[in-house]
């Protein structure tokens, strides 16, 4: 189990803080904020917890937040499983809170903040002016607005805010952070300076609400996306014509070729309900890119399309189609995801694909290894 055991206790008001830093060879204990509610854990894990924390020293901490006089005061120990990238677990010393899975990459950003606060090069109260160049859409940093590195940290970390964290790696330096991060075992793996690019979000992009694929951009810049199947190519063609009753009509009909492994499936289907009318050409699409996936099949048998939103964005010539795809398993999970193109048809089909893609990646399915063509 590699860990990261994480302590803190800062003022909101003053910035002010305390705390020890101890560095060994898989537990770092720096400073840290308060987070969100805790999934349940097992007794193992909780077993590994208490051992971590009680090694560490820190189980003699009392919480801040018990005293009543001190509401902006938190004191709490996290302690982070990172054995898995994929799914890592979270739990916490003093307090019923858990970090969003997305802001597990950036705790290796707060532990290199932290470790360069102890040793004296940068302090919690220094403030920062947050440059345009670094502000995501949906976060609470505004260009130009002056924040100390204390208030940077506790955004990045409580509320999974990418321009904080966008400051905090331009503030400890991207590579001194990746050091951390090779430091604890994940060799091959580096930190993005940019948890969203700006290209994307150039191109019409915004993830604010669609976190599902948000997950799948961000595993992708850490190189831990598995590689599940390939779109070889895929068309959709719909047709007016007048029914037996002489009234117009349209059918819609889709086909998709994928590659899983080293087998192509081409899939074909039509867009007709129960009633024989017509649901459209992604309705179609949809319904040929699920209809045959092979050993990934099981898992996407219950996967249903539940809303769809489209939005033009960059008017004029530039326009852009902007398609939010909202998602529902047998389980109840629901999950968005986005697609972006000139064309509506390409950017329902890219919203579609990071719907199945991210239902895989959940499930934690193994991808069948691909066949070089």
């Not at 955004?155 to 430091?183: E, H």
């Not at 014509?241 to 590659?259: D, G, P």
């Not at 939005?311 to 010539?317: L, M, N």
Request: proline content about 4%; overall charge negative.
């Amino acid at each position: 189990m590699r860990t990261l055991a994480l302590s803190l206790t800062l003022s909101a008001v003053t910035g002010a803080a305390s705390g020890q830093l101890t560095l060994r060879p898989d537990v770092v204990t720096p400073e840290l904020t308060a987070f969100h509610p805790l999934p349940p854990r097992d007794e193992e894990f909780s077993a590994q917890i208490r051992r971590i924390v009680q090694e560490a020293g820190l189980d003699r901490m009392t919480p801040a937040a018990e005293n009543a006089d001190e509401e902006d005061e938190w004191s709490s120990i996290c302690v982070v499983d990172l054995a898995d990238l994929s799914r890592p677990r979270v739990a916490e010393w003093c307090g019923q809170n858990m970090l969003y899975p997305a802001s597990t990459y950036k705790m290796y950003v707060l532990g290199e903040a932290v470790r360069q606060v102890c040793a004296g090069e940068i302090s919690l109260e220094q403030c920062f002016t947050v440059p345009e160049h670094n502000v995501r859409s949906g976060d609470r940093l505004a260009a130009g607005q002056e924040v100390s590195l204390s208030e940077i940290l506790r955004l990045m970390c409580q509320f999974s805010d990418n321009t904080a964290a966008n400051m905090a790696i331009d503030i400890v330096d991207r590579q001194r952070a990746s050091a951390l991060l090779r430091a604890m075992g994940l060799e091959g793996s580096d930190i993005t300076r940019k948890f969203l690019p700006r290209a994307r979000e150039d191109e019409g992009y915004a993830y604010d609400t669609a976190q599902a694929s948000f997950e799948l951009v961000a595993r992708e810049e850490l190189g831990i996306l598995p590689d599940f199947f390939e779109v070889k190519r895929y068309r959709v063609t719909v047709e007016r014509r007048r029914n037996k009753y002489n009234r117009m009509v349209s059918l819609s009909e889709a086909v998709v070729v994928v590659k899983i492994g080293a087998q192509k499936v081409l899939s074909v289907s039509e867009s007709m309900d129960a009633a024989g009318r017509d649901r459209g050409p992604v309705n179609a699409l949809a319904k040929a890119l699920a209809k045959d996936l092979g050993p990934y099949q099981a898992c996407i048998d219950d996967l249903r399309l539940v809303d769809f939103k489209v939005r033009i964005t960059q008017g004029g010539t530039e326009a852009v189609t902007r398609v939010i795809i909202d998602s529902e398993d047998g389980a109840g999970r629901r999950w968005s995801t986005v697609g972006v193109s000139a064309n509506i048809v390409d950017a329902s089909f890219e919203a579609l694909l990071d719907a199945i893609v991210w239902k895989l990646v959940r499930d934690g399915v193994e991808p069948v290894a691909m066949a070089a063509e």
